[in-house]
C-alpha cells in the first residue's frame, strides 16, 4: 500500500465515517433501500437529494474537494482482444452530474482502498483520501444543522464499535 505519513489515519477516518454514516442511513425511515429478505443499505441517493445542490455546489467549490468531482479514481472497464479474450483496462471516469448521484466519487474513491486498485490514484491518493473524508465530515455536519436530517447525524453519532461482551 501506498503511504505517506498520516495517510494510514485518514484511510481509517474514511472508512469509519463512511461506515458510520451509511449505517446511520440504513436507521432512518426514508433513507434506507434493499430487496425484501436481502441486506440494507444505506440511500445515499436520497441523502444527495435531500442535502441538495446548494450543497453539493459549495463541495465542489472547495480546492481541497474538488478533485472527487474533476478527477475522480478510474475504474476496470471489460474490453476484448482481437481473438475475444477478455482484456481488464483502466479508464479515467468523469464523475456524474446528477444531483442524485453526487457521492459516488466518495464511494470510488473509498472502493478503490479497499480493493487495492488504485491505480491512477496512486499520485493523488492523498489528496482524494482526504477530499472524500471532507465531503462525509460536511455531509454530517449539515445534517446536523437541519431539522429534516437530524435523525442521520444523531444515529451517525450514536454509532460505535462494539465492545465485547464478558
Wanted: hydrophobic share 40%; with cysteine; glycine share 6%.
Amino acid at each position: 500500500m501506498y503511504v505517506e505519513e498520516g495517510l494510514n489515519k485518514q484511510v481509517f477516518e474514511l472508512f469509519l465515517t463512511f461506515s458510520r454514516l451509511e449505517y446511520a442511513l440504513t436507521r432512518v425511515s426514508g433513507f434506507a433501500r434493499g430487496a425484501d429478505g436481502g441486506p440494507v443499505y444505506g440511500d445515499w441517493q436520497k441523502l444527495a437529494e435531500r442535502l441538495g445542490q446548494e450543497f453539493f455546489d459549495v463541495q465542489k467549490a472547495d480546492p481541497a474537494k474538488t478533485i472527487l468531482w474533476n478527477a475522480p479514481p478510474g475504474r476496470w472497464t471489460v474490453t476484448f482482444d482481437a481473438l475475444g479474450n477478455l482484456v481488464p483496462e483502466w479508464r479515467a471516469r468523469q464523475a456524474p452530474a446528477e444531483l442524485r448521484l453526487s457521492f459516488e466519487p466518495v464511494s470510488w474513491v473509498r472502493n478503490c482502498v479497499i480493493h487495492g486498485e488504485s491505480q491512477d490514484m496512486v499520485p493523488r491518493y492523498e489528496q482524494l483520501v482526504t477530499a472524500a473524508v471532507a465531503v462525509l465530515g460536511s455531509s454530517v455536519e449539515a445534517c446536523m444543522e437541519r431539522a429534516d436530517l437530524e435523525e442521520i447525524a444523531a444515529r451517525y453519532t450514536e454509532a460505535r464499535i462494539q465492545e465485547p461482551s464478558h
